[in-house]
């Protein structure tokens, strides 16, 4: 396999996806009769070009992984990933090469280990980690090493981003934020109805914080409607230096994840 420069992978939109989803014929993916999309029945990491519409195979394995997330340099993913079973407790902390090799595991026990995500400098990867009676917010060098407990709310703490010194992340379906040694927790945002159950499969409220690289600006999705078991979610920006936030979209059905590139 060919080696991806740090270049190359900012110019890429990575993706993770389990490769039984690519059943459907090519000529659904495009329109070029020669198009053709790698696959070995495995979950994978894939590169997609959006200059050429290459795709290209990076990583592949029998195990399910999900939480994909790129480092700052370009040259490394972390993940999680089932090892030796399809339960919660299977799911351990991951990181592999950008060009798919050095393989290695950074978390190793009986808990659920997800949802990882790196420190502005690559050293570090916050992670969540259900060890007590909720999920809460871990952190560990870039090799594994000094894991600790950062946080805990009291409930689900969820959808971690790190920009600067802050961390921001979901608990009690609102949006928080913590300095990265644990301190000061802030309460951001306050949506209507936060933590009602209705018809959709979350709770009304907000999800999916993203910031911006210069963690002035956090983007997220708050759940509107229920309407759809899915439920009906609108992106929304919070300004950090005004305290206010802003609606993005309003279309009556759902988009969410939203994420902010490196470059802005």
Not at 69 to 75: F, I, M, R, V
């Amino acid at each position: 396999m060919n080696n991806i420069n740090t270049s190359r992978l900012l110019k890429l939109i990575v993706i993770t996806i389990s490769l039984l989803l690519f059943s459907c014929s090519e000529d659904s993916l495009t329109n070029s009769d020669d198009y053709t999309v790698p696959h070995e029945q495995r979950w994978g990491i894939y590169s997609l070009n959006l200059a050429s519409e290459e795709v290209e195979l990076i990583f592949s394995i029998g195990e399910e992984i999900s939480g994909l997330k790129l480092n700052h340099a370009g040259d490394k993913f972390a993940f999680s990933r089932k090892i030796g079973g399809d339960s919660m407790e299977d799911e351990e902390i991951c990181v592999v090469n950008a060009d798919g090799s050095g393989l290695t595991q950074l978390t190793s026990n009986n808990y659920l280990d997800t949802y990882p995500c790196w420190s502005p400098d690559d050293s570090q990867i916050a992670f969540l980690s259900w060890q007590n009676t909720d999920l809460d917010i871990f952190i560990m060098d870039a090799d594994g090493g000094n894991a600790q407990q950062l946080y805990d709310s009291g409930s689900h703490d969820a959808d971690i981003d790190w920009a600067g010194d802050s961390i921001v992340f979901t608990a009690h379906s609102q949006i928080w934020m913590i300095r990265d040694d644990g301190t000061q927790p802030v309460q951001l945002t306050d949506p209507p109805r936060a933590g009602e159950w209705g018809n959709a499969n979350l709770p009304f409220g907000d999800y999916d914080p993203r910031f911006s690289p210069d963690g002035s600006k956090i983007v997220f999705e708050r759940l509107e409607d229920d309407q759809s078991v899915h439920g009906n979610y609108d992106i929304y920006y919070y300004n950090s230096s005004t305290g206010t936030e802003e609606a993005l979209t309003n279309t009556g059905y759902s988009q969410g994840l939203a994420s902010r590139s490196y470059s802005g």
